[in-house]
């Protein structure tokens, strides 16, 4: 358990804004910016794709966390199999216009996936749903809900919440939760 947090038994819903209701038959996911070639998927092509379906530990920043979370969803490693890239960030984007950023070293080898399923069921909206980006070893803002998309770029864009004073890395083992942490 990183310092500074406490376990819940709920899954509390925090957002920035009202929850997106993209209909499934309009829901694509991009994956773009500096690659070889753009890819789409549609949701039905999407959930079609390699998935997975594993347990993690999630951790927010205001300093709950939960244990032996259940999700299913295709890893980010399949999603660029095959891609040519000299990117070393990506820019998650979202319904609503939220963002989050990651270097791209943080996203591949098994250490992030877009999930659509939560302990067995369909993700619920007020949790990101249809489709969130899951990135269970840094602090949960970086795990962006209602994704639709990555872009990998070449110079790191500060997201929605690193431009209101969240720490860029979001290391909770490290509690890096402000800028300066």
Not at 24 to 51: K, M, N
Request: glycine residues 10%; charged residues 25%.
């Amino acid at each position: 358990m990183p310092p500074g947090q406490y376990l819940t038994p709920d899954f509390p819903v925090l957002s920035a804004g009202p929850t997106p209701q993209t209909p499934l038959d309009q829901w694509s996911f991009s994956l773009d910016g500096g690659i070889d070639e753009a890819r789409r998927w549609t949701w039905d092509e999407f959930v079609d794709l390699p998935a997975e379906t594993f347990t993690v530990d999630i951790h927010c920043v205001t300093r709950w966390s939960k244990l032996d979370t259940v999700w299913t969803g295709v890893s980010v490693d399949t999603l660029l199999d095959g891609v040519e890239t000299s990117s070393d960030y990506v820019t998650a984007w979202c319904d609503g216009g939220y963002t989050a950023n990651v270097p791209l070293a943080g996203l591949t080898g098994g250490r992030a996936w877009v999930v659509y399923e939560y302990g067995g069921e369909p993700l619920e909206r007020e949790h990101g749903g249809p489709a969130r980006l899951l990135v269970p070893h840094l602090y949960f803002w970086k795990s962006a809900k209602w994704v639709r998309g990555l872009t990998l770029t070449a110079e790191d864009e500060p997201g929605f919440w690193e431009r209101y004073g969240y720490s860029n890395d979001a290391d909770p083992w490290r509690e890096q939760r402000y800028w300066g942490d």
